[in-house]
């Protein structure tokens, strides 16, 4: 049975490029960074107060030199993911201020406001507030 999800990889081609766009950019904090016996290197950031990781992947680290290229392939095509906030405009705000790219300007939709942004790779994301139903 599963219990939870824990961590979710993102492929990047460069480590330290990515570690400073979550962290300087988004808020998020680095959890673990450390470097196997072969160099590569195991990177995690997470949002503070979540339990779920992100692993920061540089598949050249890691891989062959064909795997690697497949995987450095997919940089920049995740899945969107949904990023929930409580307080939208101060958000996305700060985000623009600290030179996020969002693709178009917040709309507010049956379910809340939102806006799509990317990161330095071109993945899309989803900031999100939503409205309660009661």
């Not at 290197?41 to 990781?53: D, K, M, N, S």
């Not at 996305?92 to 600290?98: A, C, I, S």
């Not at 693709?103 to 790779?121: I, K, S, W």
Request: glycine residues 6%; proline residues 3%; hydrophobic residues 35%.
């Amino acid at each position: 049975m599963l219990k939870k999800l824990a961590h979710v990889t993102l492929y990047v081609r460069d480590c330290e490029e990515a570690l400073q766009f979550y962290t300087d950019k988004l808020g998020f904090e680095k959890r673990m960074d450390s470097r196997m016996d072969d160099g590569s290197r195991w990177l995690t950031i997470g949002l503070p107060e979540q339990e779920l990781e992100i692993v920061l992947h540089d598949p050249t680290d890691w891989h062959s030199e064909d795997v690697a290229q497949q995987m450095l392939a997919l940089v920049g095509k995740n899945p969107m993911w949904v990023w929930q906030t409580d307080d939208f405009y101060s958000t996305y705000e700060q985000f623009r201020q600290n030179g996020v790219t969002f693709l178009g300007e917040p709309r507010d939709v049956m379910y809340g406001t939102e806006a799509v942004f990317t990161d330095l790779y071109g993945n899309q994301y989803l900031l999100l507030q939503t409205v309660s139903f009661s």
